[in-house]
């Protein structure tokens, strides 16, 4: 059994960046072992898709109604986690729009979670940063849901949960670089 709530951000998945999918040529044949693994990683793939929803609405309920939404929680925890970044960047780490970014930084940043700092690199694209109330409300965020994984029983050991973590960025990688 694997205690969920010790481990690391990022100790089982690998930090990595999204990057926009392209669409596969017509009839391009897929590549190595996945393109023989079929059906097996398609049940992979809605595995991972149906934890990633019932990890969300764990989150969720943990931290309440009042609380930042998960995606606003989580640009907390990259900001935690690399420090000061522009808007832009934090897009292309994500890869999704500029405007969705600010979409999560503007109430970030009128809750007083988040502070804009002046960018020495570049005068009209400011660093987002948290502010003490973002950093003491992600500690509290991680201190909760370390006790709230530390609870559940997962049936794999260390060894299996890391191979299935290598089986998963195998698959991002193969995504991101199409």
Same mark, same amino acid.
């Given at each position: 059994?694997?205690?969920?709530?010790?481990?690391?951000?990022?100790?089982?998945?690998?930090?990595?960046?999204?990057?926009?999918?392209?669409?596969?040529? =017509?009839?391009?044949?897929?590549?190595?072992? @996945?393109?023989?693994?079929?059906?097996?990683?398609?049940?992979?793939?809605?595995?991972?898709?149906?934890?990633?929803?019932?990890?969300? &609405?764990?989150?969720?309920?943990? *931290?309440?109604?009042? @609380?930042?939404?998960?995606?606003?929680?989580? $640009? $907390?925890?990259?900001? @935690?986690?690399?420090?000061?970044?522009?808007?832009?960047?934090?897009?292309?780490?994500?890869?999704?729009?500029?405007? *969705?970014?600010?979409?999560?930084?503007?109430?970030?940043?009128?809750?007083?979670?988040?502070?804009?700092?002046?960018?020495?690199? *570049?005068?009209?694209?400011?660093?987002?940063?948290?502010?003490?109330?973002?950093?003491?409300? =992600?500690?509290?965020?991680?201190?909760?849901?370390?006790?709230?994984?530390?609870?559940?029983?997962?049936?794999?050991?260390?060894?299996?949960?890391?191979?299935? &973590?290598? =089986?998963?960025?195998?698959?991002?990688? @193969?995504?991101?670089?199409?």
């Amino acid at each position: 059994m694997i205690n969920l709530g010790t481990l690391a951000i990022g100790e089982l998945g690998g930090e990595g960046r999204a990057r926009p999918l392209r669409q596969p040529e =017509v009839g391009s044949p897929g590549r190595g072992r @996945a393109a023989a693994a079929g059906p097996e990683l398609a049940r992979l793939i809605e595995e991972a898709l149906a934890v990633s929803r019932c990890l969300r &609405a764990l989150l969720d309920e943990l *931290h309440g109604e009042e @609380a930042p939404s998960g995606g606003r929680r989580e $640009l $907390l925890k990259e900001l @935690a986690r690399l420090g000061p970044r522009t808007v832009p960047q934090l897009a292309r780490d994500r890869a999704v729009t500029r405007q *969705h970014i600010q979409a999560l930084v503007n109430p970030l940043l009128e809750d007083g979670y988040v502070e804009r700092q002046d960018n020495p690199a *570049h005068r009209r694209s400011p660093l987002v940063s948290l502010s003490n109330r973002g950093r003491e409300y =992600v500690a509290a965020m991680v201190r909760r849901e370390g006790e709230a994984l530390s609870a559940l029983q997962i049936a794999a050991g260390r060894t299996q949960s890391r191979r299935a &973590a290598e =089986v998963l960025r195998s698959v991002r990688e @193969a995504v991101e670089s199409r």
